[in-house]
């Protein structure tokens, strides 16, 4: 593709420093400016190629440049380009039908636009039905520490990460954390052998402690990924799934990065066999083609929102959620993980990466390696011993190095609790066995250089 601009690089990255406002930087003087991209690989303006380690934002599941989906994009804008969601159109009904299929079940959708629109739908939603199921007092919503779910007001109360809340706060009431499932840093002094899963009775004993005529609903994703991949004990999920139908608390799943495949199945919760009463979903539903994110209801909660009455509807609207052309872009994107088999695929990267990656557990400044799918945490530490986390100089070394070899990666933790000591990759699925080589040799030659 091309990557010649009018503009020369220092003109760009001039009228860059002027003008905007880079997310989660203080500043960024001297930003890679991407110019394009093609399957796991991107170029920056200088002609200089990386491979995607992160897809974007752990959400270009399918790889860059498909025309396909370009195509399909461009033909539905000729044809319609907009309608809203308070009348029908045939790619939302398709794609409502379509999503009903991968979450194997019968749900409703309702469409947003970002994964926090996503979240705060289901915030909504929750409480309404259990207002209008007999349970006004029910409105409060239990989560982890650690989790991300967004940046509005309502997700970011969800999120129970403190470097994204302060100078924000107060944010949206009634959220409260428990400790995470993390079993590398067990919050209750467990190992693999003496775990009781006190992690998920924790979530009982906050629905106790708060009363349960007071809880609405519990939100998890099914491995804590932006907060450090931390992936649960498998029976983990089960136990919180029961936990909320004991106490009529409804379970929302945010599968806004383990959906679509990165979890190795179709959704993150298909792996440990629980049945949400909501999901939530957005990146890999379009792989960032185009924006758009989903709320996937059951039929059961969606039968509260038939009762008679002014206020008995869900009354949410948004002005580009279900935008036609989002809907056929996540259309063509899942016909291509279906057709390509990448759910599969993206379970096979996961494994390659654990049967060649473990022996990094040998370098001193590896604690723990944790991979779901095909997303993986490398948690780094000064001391395996004391697990003390490895400071942010180390961290930025390591990211360095692997950039400086072609490879682009993440990092993920807590900044203001010292734990933003997690290395984080996750390719697209659709790389091919020379990409996902490159992204073990690279590792594991960056490891081996750097004491
Ligand atoms: N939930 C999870 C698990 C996420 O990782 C994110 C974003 O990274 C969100 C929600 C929010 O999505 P968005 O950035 O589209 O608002």
Redesign the pocket.
Known sequence: METDTPRGKEELLELDRKYVWHHMTAHNDNPMIVASGEGSWVTDVDGQRYLDGMSG??CVNVGHGRKEIAEAAAQQMMTLAYATMVQAHIPSIELAAKLNKWLEGEYRIFFSN??????EVAFKIARQYHHQNGNPTKHKFISRHRA????SMG?LGATGQSQRKLKYEPLGVGFSHVPPPYCYRCPFGQTKDSCSLQCAKAIEQAIVWEGPDSVAGVIV?PTI??GGMIVPHEGYLPMVSQICKKYNVLLIV?E??CGFGRSGKKFGHHNYGVKPDIV?M??GLTSAYSPL?ATAVSAELYATFQQAGPTSHFRHINTFGGNPVSCVVALKNLEILENEGLVGRSADIGNAFRARLTPLLEHPHVGDIRIFGSAMGIELVEDQGTKEPATPERVAQLIAACKSKGLLIGKNGDTVQGFANILTLSPPFSSTDQDVEFIIETLLSVFQTTP
């Open positions: 934002l752990w970002s994964g926090s629109d996503a979240n991300y779910h967004g940046n997700a994703e990924t932006g945010d806004v990065i939530t957005a990146k994110s």
